[in-house]
């Protein structure tokens, strides 16, 4: 079964002749039936030119900023001033933003994953909107509000996952990438539906709620 799943190319013995319109060919490549050969990138030249790309964002994130007269020339000589700016402002800055990007991106790499497609979002598993109902019973919900919107963002964002996983069976064994999609699109719409009722109830709620998941 292996070998009947590689190309014909690949199967067909060298010692024998094939015989395509009156010719005889060794293999497959002469007849040009075979496809082409790719050149594989080589992963030295690959991760040194993302290692060049993040230090060169991360020099850039340090020298810019609101500040005009702490740039590049600040940057390799250092005063005061521009040591508290770097050290206080733009390297904490740097850093989060390097944590984020990393955490977006295994975040992506485990949806993908899990769900088989490579195109998968948290907006298909309802992981956003449920993070937007979390944040709206925050507001709405008098008692809630001393817990913050974050962990209730971050709690509504789990819980809608785990109820898309339970869905798709993946509690039992079981699960199955189509189903954990279309579940994950019907938990983003019932939270979806929820987050815009809140809308309706007070203009001060919905004024809030806008504010908190304008980049969602």
């Not at 991106?105 to 979002?121: D, E, K």
Request: with cysteine; glycine share 12%.
């Amino acid at each position: 079964q292996r070998e009947l799943k590689a190309p014909l190319h690949a199967r067909w013995p060298q010692c024998l002749p094939l015989r395509i319109w009156g010719k005889s060919w060794t293999n497959l490549t002469e007849t040009g039936l075979a496809p082409p050969h790719r050149a594989s990138r080589s992963p030295v030249l690959t991760w040194g030119l993302l290692a060049i790309a993040v230090v060169s964002a991360g020099l850039w994130s340090l020298a810019t900023g609101g500040r005009s007269d702490v740039g590049w020339a600040e940057l390799f000589n250092p005063n005061a001033l521009s040591a508290t700016v770097f050290g206080e402002v733009r390297a904490p800055r740097t850093l989060a933003a390097a944590c984020l990007g990393i955490n977006l991106g295994l975040a992506g790499l485990a949806l993908q994953a899990v769900t088989r497609n490579p195109l998968a979002s948290p907006t298909i598993l309802g992981i956003n909107h449920g993070a937007a109902l979390g944040l709206a019973l925050a507001f709405v919900v008098p008692g809630l509000g001393s817990i913050g919107p974050e962990p209730l963002a971050v709690t509504g964002a789990f819980a809608a996952g785990v109820l898309s996983f339970a869905i798709a069976g993946g509690f039992h064994g079981r699960m199955e990438p189509l189903r954990l999609i279309l579940g994950g699109v019907a938990v983003g719409a019932f939270a979806y539906a929820l987050v815009r009722f809140t809308y309706t109830l007070d203009d001060d709620i919905a004024r809030s709620v806008v504010r908190w998941t304008g980049g969602d």
